[in-house]
């Protein structure tokens, strides 16, 4: 193997070339023949013509990429299989959770593309049903009354999914955990990154998927059962507006027995308080007023709870009437911790 070097601009465009036969000092005053010239030729025009390979190339070769034609067509996609997948930090675009075959015990994820520790993957289907009663959870198992968690992964090149009765509690694929909504979860030096968290009551409650770091937006309703209850959104809630409707059948004409708003201030638990900025409207007894929510007001909001390596974002309504329809709608600063 010897060195044929072409200069083109400054930048090394062959580096290496094989020849038929390595000529040395041993073979001072042969005489070139045919044959020798013949080799020589066609060791050059194997190369030239059509036969350069990688190993022809110098590691500092630096062709410029506009002396290269790239193939609209058949060209390689950047899709992670023929060339590395472009990487766009957390995105998403679908792989929204929602109810599976059997509502009550499943959950499907629609599809979509998500990148997942800095690769992108890309479904084409719904996911297979997630079984709560069933092997799906990489965490945990069915709660009675609480979050279930999906997560997404990487599985040999396609997205997998698992349950999880744990929030995230890492920023990224890197164990970062710094940067807010933390969106990651490891098990086995797997990472897992949230799509969303279904409230699961005995069986699924339905209108309660939510679909975590997709919109800074969530809403849902549930049929309160007299005790407190926990709306897990996953990401820090920066502002909670919610209605107790008067009965279990909303119907036209009815009015509503409470209605509530708390704004999250500046972020912080200091004065003043979440429970500060609480306004509270119950229609039968004295309309409108300012109120200061805490655990033990029948039918308030208290414990609007940040996002943290140890917890979900989430609020609680305290005791919420028995059998009343609850409809509330949460909105975030996705950035803010």
């Known amino acids: 193997m010897q060195n044929m070097i072409s200069k083109e601009g400054g930048a090394v465009i062959i580096g290496n070339i094989t020849w038929t036969k390595s000529y040395s000092a041993s073979d001072n005053g042969s005489i070139l023949g045919g ?59 679908g792989c929204l959770i929602k109810a599976g075959t059997t509502a009550a015990s499943n959950i499907k ?52 999914y698992k349950l999880s009765t744990e929030p995230p509690d890492l920023s990224d694929a890197s164990d970062n ?15 897992y990154r949230l799509v969303g968290i279904a409230h699961n009551r005995t069986d699924l409650m339905a209108d309660m998927f939510n679909q975590f770091d997709s919109c800074p937006f969530a809403t849902g309703s549930f049929t309160a059962d007299g005790n407190d209850e926990t709306v897990y959104l996953g990401w820090t809630p920066s502002l909670v507006e919610w209605v107790l409707c008067s009965d279990a059948t909303p119907a036209n004409a009815e009015a509503v027995d409470a209605w509530g708003l708390v704004q ?20 039968a007894t004295n309309g409108p007023t300012h ?15 940040a996002q943290t390596t ?4 989430s609020f609680t309504l305290d005791a919420p009437t028995n059998t009343q329809v609850v409809v509330w709608w949460a909105w975030s600063y996705m950035g803010a911790s």
């Open 35 to 93: 044959a020798d010239l013949q080799n020589i030729q066609s060791d050059i025009t194997t190369v030239v013509n059509g036969g350069l390979s990688n190993s022809n190339l110098a590691s500092d070769a630096a062709v410029v990429e506009s002396k290269l034609a790239f193939n609209t067509s058949t060209g390689h996609t950047h899709n992670g299989t023929d060339a590395k997948s472009i990487i766009v930090k957390h995105y998403r675009k």
């Open 109 to 160: 994820v629609t599809p979509g593309v998500l990148d997942i520790g800095g690769t992108l993957l890309v479904s084409t289907a719904d996911s297979t049903d997630l079984n709560l009663a069933g092997a799906d959870w990489v965490n945990g198992s069915e709660p009675t009354d609480g979050p279930v968690y999906v997560y997404a992964y990487n599985n040999s090149g396609s997205v997998g």
């Open 177 to 191: 955990t710094a940067e807010f909504p933390l969106r990651y979860q490891k098990y086995s030096s797997t990472y």
């Open 291 to 305: 109120a200061t929510s805490a655990n033990g007001t029948v039918n308030s909001l208290y414990n609007l709870n």
């Open 264 to 283: 999250r201030y500046s972020f912080n638990t200091a004065a003043p308080n979440p429970q500060n900025l609480y306004f509270n409207r119950v229609i």
């Open 310 to 313: 140890a917890q979900a974002g």
